[in-house]
């Protein structure tokens, strides 16, 4: 089965910053997508980015950028000029084979102004 | 957002109570999904329907009962719930269900179950 680890619980960023969320996940498919969600206070899941694994390049949309290492299965979300709106719980997350999707436990992260 | 909205937005029951949360998507896709989302867990996918049939039950208790009359809209049944029931319960739609879709969230309907 497929497992999604974000290891660190909370995470914190001065405005304007730049700050990276970690994720690693474990599979043995080759053809699988990665996500990022946010979950800002008003709980409505948002998508953030996602990535195609059969892509090398890694995806950005606007401030957000992923790092995907396919061989290290590690897909880390760089978030550039952090404003306070970023503030919110990120969640990593995979979808294979079976096109279920797999949350990790999620990250809070605080934005300091 | 409103591509996918939840009603109610919150909702506290006693364990005898019989409710309804209901979702609505309007973005035209054929997938609907319910999520429960507690407090330190990872969300978990509880039923999965693709064009009106369920295909997926991740061995929720009949207590949460499903129920989707069609691709637009998605119910869950609720009867004497537990106190570990309360919860976040999160809706969601994709275009086919498939693995390359994205799935579209609700607000959420925050269970309390007393």
């Known amino acids: 089965a497929q497992t999604v680890t974000q290891s660190q619980p909370e995470m914190s960023v001065q405005e304007a910053e730049t700050v990276t969320l970690s994720c690693t996940y474990d599979?043995?498919?080759?053809?699988?997508?990665l996500f990022w969600y946010k979950q800002p206070p008003s709980r409505q899941m948002i998508l953030v980015i996602r990535?195609?694994?059969?892509?090398?390049q890694n995806a950005t949309e606007n401030r957000f950028s992923v790092n995907f290492q396919k061989a290290a299965k590690s897909f880390s979300l760089k978030i550039s000029d952090s404003q306070l709106g970023d503030a919110a719980m990120y969640f990593c997350?995979?979808?294979?084979?079976?096109?279920?999707?797999?949350f990790g436990k999620g990250i809070t992260l605080s934005v300091r102004p | 957002e409103t591509g996918v909205t939840q009603t109610p937005r919150h909702l506290v029951m006693g364990m005898t109570n019989k409710k309804s949360l209901k979702c609505e998507q309007h973005?035209?896709?054929?997938?609907m999904y319910w999520y429960k989302q507690s407090a330190k867990k990872p969300l978990e996918l509880m039923f999965v329907?693709?064009?009106?049939?369920?295909?997926e039950n991740n061995s929720v208790p009949s207590r949460f009962s499903p129920e989707c009359p069609n691709s637009s809209h998605l119910f869950l049944h609720l009867h004497t719930l537990q106190p570990e029931d309360s919860a976040l319960y999160l809706c969601?739609?994709?275009?086919?269900?498939?693995?390359?879709?994205?799935?579209?969230f609700g607000p959420g309907t925050r269970l309390t179950v007393l």
């Open positions: 969601a739609s994709s275009r086919t269900g498939t693995k390359t879709d994205t799935q579209y």
């Open positions: 599979t043995s498919e080759s053809d699988y997508y």
């Open positions: 990535q195609e694994a059969y892509k090398q």
């Open positions: 997350a995979y979808t294979g084979a079976n096109s279920k999707l797999t």
């Open positions: 973005l035209g896709h054929n997938a």
């Open positions: 329907y693709s064009l009106e049939e369920r295909v």
